[in-house]
């Protein structure tokens, strides 16, 4: 993850480059070690350098990895003239690098060739059937196509090699949410809990698709998950809160007040809606009087 410091120090290069201050190779070596998305910037500032003959001259080797950070940031612009540029001159300096081949499928993509980028990336596997980024690409191209399902079955095979992979899991989470097949996405969350416990994302995603799948077990196991969130996150989760309220609603619906196992969490449901309450309030007090009345419609204050 990035840290604050670095992407304070990102965010003010960024500033001074803009304005004609600064270093541009210091900032895109910086967005490229942050894995920032900051395309549009990239791929201004990388042109200049790589039109002027002096600041190219100054990089060495490194010049070459201009290029590539060039053509991946003008395909995200639809600049694919200009990505093809690159690409071809990086052809020239590396020809039948796996690395330019992973570009020409990309580009193929952009310009939405998908059988022309496949059939790259089959070749490219033949010789390297673990590449990683090239199976992910296969991913995205079932996605840009609307096929989900080849999507999901392709992210599995994946995963089956790559089980640490933690933004595999949580893509294969969104796909099976997206699909309505809430029990497998389940599944992806729990994987990610377990190898990443102190992250509050995954409790809440978690919480919100128990929540979804409804059913008095997972009602209340949302509410833990949503409890653990705010406890995480330092009791500033507004999502969490919202999630404690609504569950503990729920809950109570369903049991009708008998559920003896509810009566030692039942302090939450007040402690959360008070949270709620005093957010707004130093938040967006304009919000607080509507905030209020809903709270009140499902008898959570008086």
Aim: glycine share 6%.
């Amino acid at each position: 993850m990035v840290g604050a410091t670095e992407e304070a120090r990102l965010n003010q290069l960024e500033t001074q480059v803009d304005n004609g201050g600064g270093e541009a190779w210091e900032y895109l070596c910086l967005v490229r070690k942050l894995k920032a998305r900051r395309s549009e910037k990239v791929l201004r500032h990388g042109i200049f350098i790589l039109n002027s003959h002096i600041a190219r001259s100054k990089l060495g080797g490194e010049e070459w990895t201009l290029y590539e950070q060039v053509a991946v940031a003008a395909m995200d612009c639809h600049r694919n003239d200009i990505a093809n540029d690159c690409i071809e001159a990086l052809s020239k300096k590396f020809p039948g690098s796996i690395r330019v081949g992973r570009l020409k499928g990309m580009l193929l993509e952009a310009k939405g060739a998908w059988p022309d980028a496949e059939k790259i990336y089959a070749q490219l596997l033949v010789d390297n059937p673990l590449d990683q980024i090239i199976l992910k690409r296969k991913v995205a191209i079932a996605k840009a196509q609307g096929n989900l399902a080849a999507a999901v079955e392709y992210l599995n095979n994946y995963l089956e090699t790559f089980m640490a992979d933690h933004d595999a899991w949580r893509e294969l989470a969104e796909l099976y949410i997206s699909i309505q097949m809430y029990k497998q996405a389940a599944f992806c969350y729990e994987e990610l809990i377990l190898s990443q416990p102190t992250i509050p994302l995954y409790h809440l995603a978690y919480a919100d698709v128990l929540y979804t799948m409804g059913g008095l077990e997972n009602l209340q196991a949302a509410k833990k998950y949503y409890a653990s969130t705010i406890n995480l996150t330092g009791g500033k989760n507004t999502r969490a809160l919202y999630g404690i309220c609504l569950s503990s609603v729920a809950i109570n619906q369903l049991t009708k007040g008998r559920n003896k196992d509810e009566k030692d969490s039942a302090d939450l449901q007040p402690l959360a809606a008070e949270a709620l309450l005093k957010d707004y309030k130093e938040r967006a007090p304009e919000k607080l009087a509507l905030v209020t009345a809903m709270l009140r419609n499902i008898k959570l204050v008086s």
